[in-house]
């Protein structure tokens, strides 16, 4: 069983910075990925950034140079800094985390979503 607690969601004012944190435990694949997206209302749930158990890391264009991922691999945890955060980044932000079981088959788990809203 695996399990991801995220924390660290809120409201606040455009400019303004904030940092997400998801805590993987149980029975974690070696090889995996840990990630955050997000889903605005109406709108489809977006990949915003990724990070691999290697350290690579990749983040949607929107995002770039204002957020940041992070993992701290002694703790399972990954974090999500955000900085000038604007209205449009208002979403709920959930974790991801990919547990590469052989070289074709991968099994996702996800968080139960943290709400970060952006005021003008």
């Excluded at 400019?15 to 149980?26: I, K, N, P, V």
């Excluded at 995002?63 to 990954?78: E, H, L, Q, W």
């Excluded at 959930?94 to 991968?106: E, G, N, P, Q, R």
Aim: with cysteine.
């Amino acid at each position: 069983q695996v399990q991801l607690v995220e924390s660290g969601g809120g409201l606040v004012q455009a400019g303004g910075s904030l940092r997400l944190s998801c805590a993987a435990s149980g029975s974690i694949t070696r090889n995996h990925a840990m990630g955050w997206y997000r889903q605005a209302p109406g709108k489809q749930r977006e990949l915003v950034a990724v990070i691999t158990s290697g350290g690579s890391t990749n983040s949607a264009d929107s995002v770039k140079g204002r957020f940041t991922i992070s993992r701290d691999n002694a703790k399972n945890t990954v974090y999500l800094q955000m900085n000038n955060l604007k209205p449009e980044d208002t979403a709920v932000y959930y974790c991801k985390l990919t547990c590469k079981l052989t070289d074709w088959v991968s099994r996702d788990y996800w968080g139960q979503g943290t709400q970060v809203t952006v005021s003008s």
